[in-house]
């Protein structure tokens, strides 16, 4: 398997130098040349696998054989020893037609640790094999930066710098990032929001000499690797729900920011997951929404909303999906893309929104909407939804239809955002590691939203 760049203009890669590049030298995203096709038979051989079996048959089509399958092996069984459940992401049946798949048992109580707690060890096992120190860098709207921070903490050859938006992320996710003491973390708190964060690195990846002379290596969803890891979960799931006699078609409602978390959806799909419908489920922040409804793809407003993590207004996975729909025409996706830094905009005519239609319908949900939602279904079915999951329910009761089965994820643990929470009325019981992060000291740098400052401390630290 070779991995190409969405935009066309990057030779062939091996899986591992794909990881590393991250963002594609030439500016777009990679991805593999052909998606590998499973066969209803191995389908229903993978159906009785446990989570880690899955994880090794699905990275197996797409590795190489880079890394043995001893090593492999060893490093899933790390990487998913720190989840509080055995299943790693299990499936809550709430009724006949509605299953929510639970993506918040790891460190940081988000889905981004399933793919993140992976990733430090993959980086880990490179730098190692390498003998070279990785530098990490990411921006973060608050659960990525902490799942990673986790996934690489304290371990040997990497130094780890993310940037959040100060006071813009919630108050767990701030504490989850900054009390952790290890040297090879640092933790920048700018003064501006998520998308001003993400811009200032997208350019020093793109700055491909201060890329190489530091070695520098991204999480942020744009890797690959992350969009892989997350596609298990959807076979997982998927063979999770019972099925009577006549099998009900099956849904998946995603609360969806970056665009990262459904690509992987549409992955699977496009290796033969026979998912009926991906359900984009989005916040007051609805670019997504506005395009599959529309054809129009715009950025709006920055809105603040009970769910942060999905706060996100340019969705820089979506370009991946650009690709395919453009029947894999890397010309094209460049022409695009152009002309949507010229514009601002990119709309797509009549003919081409109906395809975009037949793979996708979105939702976005009010802030209203939303704390209703966490009341309704705490008083009906007893199931506390955090808001984005909320997010992801609301778009489901949308769209879901008769005779049809959804699986809506839940993106993180309530625990994580109690102020939304607080506003339904509702008392809950923190987990333990999440109230004594309250009494731990703090360690991050407010920065102003200069580039020349914050590549200062960057240098700074990779010197240290
Ligand atoms: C990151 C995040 C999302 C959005 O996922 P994308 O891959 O960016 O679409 C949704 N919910 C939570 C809790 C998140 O942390």
Redesign the pocket.
């Known amino acids: 398997m070779k991995y190409i760049s969405t935009r066309g203009q990057v030779e062939a890669q091996g899986f591992i130098d794909t990881v590393l590049m991250g963002l594609a030298d030439d500016g777009g995203l990679m991805i593999p040349a052909e998606i590998p096709h499973i066969t209803p038979e191995t389908l229903k051989e993978w159906s009785k696998l446990s989570y880690k079996e899955l994880f090794l048959q699905i990275f197996a089509l797409y590795t190489n054989q880079e890394i043995p399958d001893e090593d492999l092996k060893n490093m899933v069984d790390k990487s998913y020893a720190s989840f509080r459940d055995s299943e790693i992401t299990p499936v809550n049946k709430i009724d006949d037609s509605l299953y929510i798949l639970e993506l918040?048992h790891g460190p940081t109580f988000?889905?981004?640790d399933v793919a993140l707690q992976f990733m430090g060890e993959f980086y880990s096992y490179v730098s190692k094999k390498q003998n070279k120190i990785i530098h990490i860098l990411g921006a973060t709207?608050?659960?990525?930066g902490a799942?990673a921070i986790q996934g690489v903490r304290g371990k040997e050859g990497i130094k780890i710098c993310i940037l959040h938006p100060h006071n813009k992320v919630s108050k767990v996710q701030e504490l989850q990032m900054t009390t952790v003491d290890d040297q090879n973390v640092l933790n920048l708190s700018v003064k501006g929001n998520f998308d001003d964060c993400q811009k200032i690195i997208k350019d020093q990846f793109a700055d491909l000499e201060f890329k190489s002379k530091h070695n520098l290596r991204a999480i942020n969803?744009i890797n690959f690797l992350?969009i892989l890891a997350?596609t298990v979960y959807y076979f997982y799931a998927y063979f999770q729900i019972e099925q009577g006699d006549q099998p009900k078609k099956v849904n998946i409602s995603?609360?969806?920011?970056?665009?990262?978390?459904?690509?992987?959806g549409f992955l699977a799909k496009k290796m033969g997951l026979p998912i009926h419908k991906l359900i984009i489920a989005t916040n007051e922040n609805n670019i997504l929404e506005r395009f599959v409804k529309t054809g129009e793809y715009k950025p709006g407003d920055f809105k603040s909303t009970h769910?942060p993590?999905?706060d996100?207004q340019v969705?820089?996975?979506f370009e991946r999906y650009l690709y395919y729909f453009l029947d894999q025409d890397a010309a094209k996706v460049s022409a695009i893309m152009k002309k949507f830094q010229d514009d601002g905009k990119i709309v797509f005519n009549a003919e081409d929104l109906v395809r975009v239609q037949a793979d996708f319908v979105a939702y976005g949900a009010s802030n209203e909407q939303c704390l209703e939602l966490i009341s309704k279904y705490k008083d009906n079915s007893d199931y506390l939804l955090?808001p984005?999951?909320a997010?992801g329910i609301a778009a489901y009761e949308a769209y879901n239809g008769e005779e049809e089965i959804c699986i809506s994820?839940a993106?993180?643990h309530p625990a994580?955002?109690n102020e939304a929470i607080e506003q339904c009325d509702i008392k809950q019981e923190f987990p333990a590691e999440i109230k004594n992060l309250f009494s731990k000291s703090q360690h991050q740098l407010v920065i102003d939203h200069n580039k020349e400052d914050i590549v200062r401390e960057l240098e700074a630290f990779y010197e240290k």
């Open positions: 918040f988000a889905f981004k709207s608050g659960d990525t799942a969803s992350r997350q995603v609360p969806s920011g970056n665009f990262g978390n459904i690509f992987s769910s993590s999905m996100i969705a820089s996975n955090d984005h999951t997010c994820f993106t993180a994580k955002f």
